[in-house]
Each structure stands twice: as C-alpha cells, then as structure tokens.
C-alpha cells in the first residue's frame, strides 16, 4: 500500500495522469479527491498560496491610456508587485484604464482572434498588420487583453488605423489568485512578428519598438 501512495504521489508530482480506485458503490476515495483537487482550481489555489511571499503593492501608479505602468519585459505589475513564478516576465505593456475605454487598431489589418485568450488573457482580440499596412519587412500581429466584451470585429475582418475595434476591461483578472473578486481594469496590448503571416509562428517583441518603428503608419492602440 505505502508503495503505491509513493507512485501515485510522484505521478501527481510529475503531472502524470492516474487512475486510483474507486469502491463498489462508485464512491471516490480521500486520495483520489486529493489528486482531483491538484489540478483543479481549489487544489491550484492552495499551492499557490503556500510558499507565495506576501506582496507589497503601491497604492499609487501610472493610471491613463498613455501611461504604460507595466512595461514589456518587467517582473513588477503595474502596482509594484512582483510577477507570478508562472509568468515571470511581461509579455506586453500594461495601461491601467477604465472599464469601457475605447482601444484602437494601431494600422491597418484583418483580425486573426476573437475570443477568450486563455486563463489569464481573458477576452482576447488580435490583429495581424501585412508589411504593407506598417511600412516593415515582416508581419507584425497587434493583441489586445482583458477586454470589457467580446469585439464585433469577426475573425477575417478588415480594420483600419485609428479605428476603434474593442472597449478594455477586466476579463480573466476577476477571481484571480493576486486581484481577487474586483480584478483589475487595464489593457495589455502585445505584438509579436513574423517572417510569414502564420500568426501560430510569430514571436513576442516590444510593443513600444514596433509602434515607433511604424512611425506615421501607426498610432497608439487606446483613447
């Protein structure tokens, strides 16, 4: 018995998938809700919490469409804190706006992704801009984060430069382990850039390097 709790442990440990006994009755066992709950969010909760330092937060930051309060490549959240050991470094810049502030299509393109973005993204939309739209040898592709709702823009429409596409928001920030119940209202606009228009196959670069190489073929992806 000791044999098979140590296999189970280091199954669970390694991420590995098992399958542990269930009674006649289709009861499950106290060890199988523990495993259950590993991967679920109530066991993720837990983990998290334990061994995590206590965050000290600023109570006053960059707030505005025009201030970036969590640059591309920081370990601090716009509030100070440091980043989760998950995604320990920024993707993105980080604008702390209002639920509801209008976001722009930085140039010319045609939405590649409409939707939810992942755990932590939550309502995604992105964009990808042709070396045409931008002026720059490769493609680049604009995503914004946390939108308030989904855009109307579907997958394959075209946008233009200035227009706007999405309103910010909070999604995938309320509940969270660092935010809470209230989340937290802010953009996060990625780019990332390609050699071909494969949005799958592009790579993260800096937001602010991508906006100023543009130039006047370009503008800032909120007003």
Not at 86 to 115: F, K, Q
Request: net charge positive; aromatic share 8%; glycine share 14%.
């Amino acid at each position: 018995m000791a044999i098979r709790v140590l296999v189970f442990v280091m199954a669970a440990l390694s991420g590995w998938s098992v399958s542990l006994p269930v009674s006649a009755d289709g009861a499950v066992s106290g060890m199988q809700l523990a495993f259950n709950n590993y991967g679920s969010g109530k066991g993720q909760k837990k983990r998290g919490m334990k061994g995590r330092k206590k965050q000290v937060a600023r109570k006053s930051y960059k707030k505005g469409c025009r201030a970036v309060c969590s640059s591309y490549g920081s370990k601090k959240r716009c509030d100070g804190s440091t980043r989760s050991r998950r995604y320990p470094i920024h993707g993105g810049v980080d604008m702390a706006v209002s639920v509801g502030t209008p976001l722009i299509a930085v140039a010319d393109g045609e939405v590649v992704e409409n939707g939810r973005g992942g755990s932590i993204g939550g309502i995604v939309l992105a964009i990808r801009h042709p070396p045409e739209a931008t002026g720059l040898k490769a493609y680049y592709f604009s995503r914004y984060l946390h939108l308030n709702k989904r855009s109307p823009f579907k997958v394959g429409a075209k946008v233009s430069k200035g227009q706007q596409i999405a309103s910010s928001g909070k999604s995938g920030t309320v509940g969270s382990f660092y935010y809470g119940a209230k989340g937290f209202a802010h953009l996060h606009y990625e780019v990332r850039k390609g050699k071909t228009s494969s949005w799958s196959k592009a790579k993260r670069t800096n937001p602010l390097a991508f906006l100023k190489a543009a130039g006047s073929n370009a503008t800032w992806p909120c007003r």
